[in-house]
């Protein structure tokens, strides 16, 4: 439903790589870089023009509408990350000091710092190979023991990692039947689809009781900085809204019953969103079509695998990902990485498993398993996935990896 803005209101050249990180070459080849449409500028130029510029604006309300109906959601929040879309997504949930939540661990940290933000305390859970996302048995169990304690945790966060989406029927039915909310975050899967066999395609994001999503500059599609918090459920957005304009009343004054944030999306980003949006399915497709590209020349090498797919969901594909055996390929994805570096190609290591992280080991965080995703760590690497890379280049990202994976094997 539209709302009306506020009272308070008042083609593009695609860029260059982003900047390297301290002490490394400028990669030619990043890893993952904005593809702007052509709109966007023009976008930009109505919103200067109407004067809307601050965190609220028509741009605002056209990209929360926009999202929501293009998910198949009920309701959208335009933030200003997808960190400050989950850190939301759990204060309307109802966590607070003292609280445990459920977390994967094969992850980035933004999707379990907001539960420290909190207080709360999280519980990392592992990840199974089949998807690399959370274990749903390691879950199940713990949920089940919990239950029968009387130690329900406060909520689960499950992450659809690179593009992948997690199982989330034994998730959710478990989450259900122990009174457990459930916050997927989406941040890598915009796009992807849980399609179990004889059931409508769901979008990632949508399944659990909040979805949270990001829009930086190497996801699907950016608006620069921006996140998004989607629901079903009217009031916990209606919530998550007024928190994000520092929740105040009301009234004519300035009005504060609780602590709120500064957390809206500005108009100007909205407005590139908007432009953006309607690119997401070709985008998708992009980035498979990358995943795909590469296959051909890497799947035949011993000791190669590539993030598994499934056939109850639709990979998204943020970022192709593969495992090196060590033993069969007689090389390191560290040494791969830098073997591409010096050939002018971006690669990253995985994500390292969060329970692994200085940042929490004084919290002595209890841990679900943890081998799989250790594993993941040490075998896995990140290759180039924009979707603007041309089919020339993926050809030449993976000669140059087999060349590498040849020289280290001898």
Same mark, same amino acid.
């Given at each position: 439903m539209?709302?009306e *803005?506020?009272?308070?209101?008042s083609e593009a050249t695609?860029?260059s790589p982003?900047?390297?990180?301290?002490g490394l070459?400028?990669a030619?080849?990043?890893?993952?870089?904005?593809h702007?449409?052509g709109g966007?500028?023009?976008a930009?130029e109505?919103?200067?023009a109407s004067?809307?510029i601050?965190?609220?604006?028509p741009?605002v309300?056209?990209?929360e509408?926009?999202?929501a109906e293009?998910?198949?959601a009920?309701e959208a929040?335009?933030t200003?990350?997808g960190?400050?879309?989950?850190?939301? /997504?759990?204060?309307?949930? $109802?966590?607070g000091p !003292?609280?445990?939540?459920l977390?994967?661990?094969?992850?980035?940290?933004?999707?379990?710092n907001?539960?420290?933000?909190?207080?709360?305390?999280?519980?990392?859970?592992d990840?199974?190979?089949a998807?690399?996302n959370?274990?749903?048995?390691?879950?199940?169990g713990?949920?089940d023991?919990?239950?029968?304690? $009387?130690?329900?945790p406060?909520? +689960?966060?499950? +992450?659809?990692v690179y593009g992948?989406?997690?199982?989330m029927?034994?998730?959710?039915?478990?989450?259900r039947r122990?009174?457990v909310?459930?916050?997927e975050?989406?941040?890598e899967?915009l796009?992807?689809?849980?399609?179990?066999?004889g059931?409508?395609?769901?979008?990632?994001g949508t399944? !659990?009781d +909040?979805?949270?999503?990001?829009?930086d500059g190497?996801?699907?599609?950016?608006t620069?900085?921006g996140?998004?918090l989607?629901?079903d459920r009217?009031e916990?957005v209606?919530?998550?809204r007024?928190?994000?304009r520092? /929740?105040?009343?009301p009234?004519?004054?300035?009005e504060?019953?609780?602590?709120?944030?500064n957390y809206?999306?500005?108009n100007l980003?909205?407005a590139?969103?908007c432009?953006?949006l *309607?690119?997401?399915?070709?985008?998708v497709?992009e980035?498979?079509?990358v995943a795909? !590209?590469?296959r051909? /020349?890497?799947?035949?090498?011993p000791?190669?695998?590539?993030?598994?797919d499934?056939?109850? /969901?639709?990979?998204?594909?943020?970022l192709t990902c593969?495992?090196l055996?060590?033993?069969?390929t007689?090389?390191?994805?560290?040494?791969?990485r830098?073997?591409?570096?010096?050939?002018?190609i971006?690669s990253?290591a995985v994500?390292k498993p969060?329970?692994?992280q200085?940042?929490y080991?004084e919290?002595?965080?209890?841990v679900?398993?943890g081998l799989?995703?250790?594993?993941?760590?040490?075998e896995?690497?990140?290759l180039?996935s924009?979707?603007?890379?041309t089919?020339?280049?993926v050809?030449?990202?993976?000669a140059?990896?087999?060349m590498?994976?040849?020289r280290?094997?001898?």
């Amino acid at each position: 439903m539209r709302r009306e *803005p506020d009272s308070s209101r008042s083609e593009a050249t695609p860029p260059s790589p982003r900047p390297p990180s301290a002490g490394l070459p400028r990669a030619r080849v990043p890893l993952s870089v904005p593809h702007l449409g052509g709109g966007e500028l023009q976008a930009l130029e109505a919103a200067l023009a109407s004067n809307w510029i601050a965190s609220v604006g028509p741009d605002v309300d056209r990209f929360e509408e926009a999202f929501a109906e293009r998910l198949g959601a009920s309701e959208a929040l335009a933030t200003t990350s997808g960190t400050a879309a989950l850190h939301l /997504a759990l204060r309307v949930l $109802g966590v607070g000091p !003292g609280d445990e939540v459920l977390v994967s661990t094969f992850t980035f940290c933004a999707s379990v710092n907001p539960v420290l933000y909190l207080g709360a305390r999280p519980v990392f859970v592992d990840s199974e190979a089949a998807t690399w996302n959370m274990d749903p048995e390691l879950l199940v169990g713990e949920l089940d023991r919990r239950g029968k304690s $009387g130690r329900l945790p406060a909520a +689960v966060v499950v +992450v659809h990692v690179y593009g992948q989406l997690a199982q989330m029927e034994p998730i959710l039915a478990a989450c259900r039947r122990w009174g457990v909310p459930v916050v997927e975050d989406a941040a890598e899967a915009l796009g992807g689809r849980y399609a179990p066999e004889g059931y409508a395609p769901r979008h990632a994001g949508t399944l !659990g009781d +909040v979805g949270v999503f990001s829009f930086d500059g190497s996801k699907m599609i950016t608006t620069s900085m921006g996140g998004m918090l989607v629901s079903d459920r009217r009031e916990l957005v209606q919530h998550a809204r007024k928190l994000a304009r520092q /929740a105040r009343e009301p009234v004519p004054h300035y009005e504060h019953v609780e602590v709120g944030y500064n957390y809206r999306m500005s108009n100007l980003l909205a407005a590139v969103g908007c432009a953006q949006l *309607p690119l997401l399915e070709t985008r998708v497709g992009e980035r498979r079509a990358v995943a795909e !590209g590469y296959r051909p /020349a890497l799947s035949g090498i011993p000791g190669i695998s590539f993030q598994p797919d499934v056939p109850w /969901a639709t990979h998204a594909r943020w970022l192709t990902c593969i495992r090196l055996d060590p033993h069969l390929t007689g090389t390191t994805p560290e040494r791969l990485r830098q073997h591409l570096l010096a050939h002018g190609i971006e690669s990253r290591a995985v994500w390292k498993p969060l329970h692994l992280q200085p940042a929490y080991r004084e919290l002595n965080p209890p841990v679900l398993g943890g081998l799989v995703s250790e594993t993941l760590f040490r075998e896995g690497l990140c290759l180039p996935s924009s979707s603007s890379l041309t089919p020339a280049e993926v050809a030449e990202v993976a000669a140059i990896l087999q060349m590498g994976i040849k020289r280290g094997s001898t």
